[in-house]
């Protein structure tokens, strides 16, 4: 089983609209990343929130983290076709040198 | 921001041929990381490498499989030899510090074909 995974395969919305990507985890985390892959490219880290910390902003994307839920959510507002790319949460191990647990991602498609 | 670049983007080779895929990590970063991307799978960690070492590699990390980074040079995966099941996105990464909750910076992939 997935240690960190995305609760939709795809979602599609107009440009302007909002978007919401939900993600779950299964242990305790240091922080959890929100990282973006835009085709044919790697994926780029877009927020980090720490265990500690409820909500993050940067620029038109806000996440919030619930620890005892152990979720966490990435709301895009007034989206642009740019942002169109498939959205993965990450999270940590608890093993620093493993780097991140990865979501199988969620494809946000945003149409003109 | 920082980059990391990968060398080639594409490689075809066939079953039982060694392949040495190529990463340059960000300047001043001191670890690094070599993930595996199965077309519509998740992005599965193989190896960390630091200070000339493997720190940890997961079951994915075949004895088939070496890392090494000679003299400051490219970060290379090397496969040898590779089997069909390795045609993957092989995603390279480095990060300034190994903590857990550190930003791992990506190269594009190399997405590698074995016949």
């Known amino acids: 089983s997935q240690l960190a995974e995305e609760n939709l395969w795809a979602l599609s919305v107009h440009e302007g609209e909002s978007v919401t990507v939900n993600c779950s985890y299964k242990?305790?985390?240091?922080?959890l990343q929100w990282y973006r892959q835009k085709s044919g490219e790697g994926p780029a880290q877009l927020i980090l929130?720490?265990?500690?910390?409820r909500e993050k902003r940067n620029g038109r994307l806000r996440a919030t983290l619930d620890t005892s839920s152990q979720s966490s959510s990435l709301s895009i507002t007034a989206t642009r076709c740019e942002d169109t790319a498939v959205y993965f949460c990450?999270?940590?191990?608890?093993?620093?040198?493993?780097?991140?647990?990865f979501g199988l991602g969620t494809r946000v498609s945003v149409f003109p | 921001g920082p980059k990391v670049l990968q060398i080639p983007s594409h490689q075809i080779i066939d079953m039982g041929q060694m392949v040495t895929l190529n990463c340059d990590p960000v300047?001043?970063?001191?670890?690094f990381y070599w993930y595996k991307q199965i077309l519509g799978q998740q992005m599965e960690f193989l190896v960390n490498?630091?200070?000339?070492?493997?720190?940890?590699k997961s079951k994915l990390f075949k004895d088939q499989f070496s890392v090494e980074r000679p003299d400051g040079s490219y970060f290379t995966l090397k496969i040898q030899p590779t089997a069909l099941e390795d045609s993957a996105v092989y995603f390279c990464?480095?990060?300034?510090?190994?903590?857990?909750?550190?930003?791992?910076?990506f190269g594009s992939g190399t997405r590698l074909t074995v016949l």
């Open positions: 990464a480095s990060s300034l510090e190994g903590w857990s909750a550190e930003t791992l910076y």
């Open positions: 242990t305790s985390i240091t922080a």
């Open positions: 929130i720490r265990s500690n910390e």
């Open positions: 990450a999270t940590d191990v608890g093993n620093y040198a493993q780097g991140l647990t």
């Open positions: 300047s001043n970063h001191l670890y």
């Open positions: 490498f630091y200070n000339g070492k493997v720190m940890e």
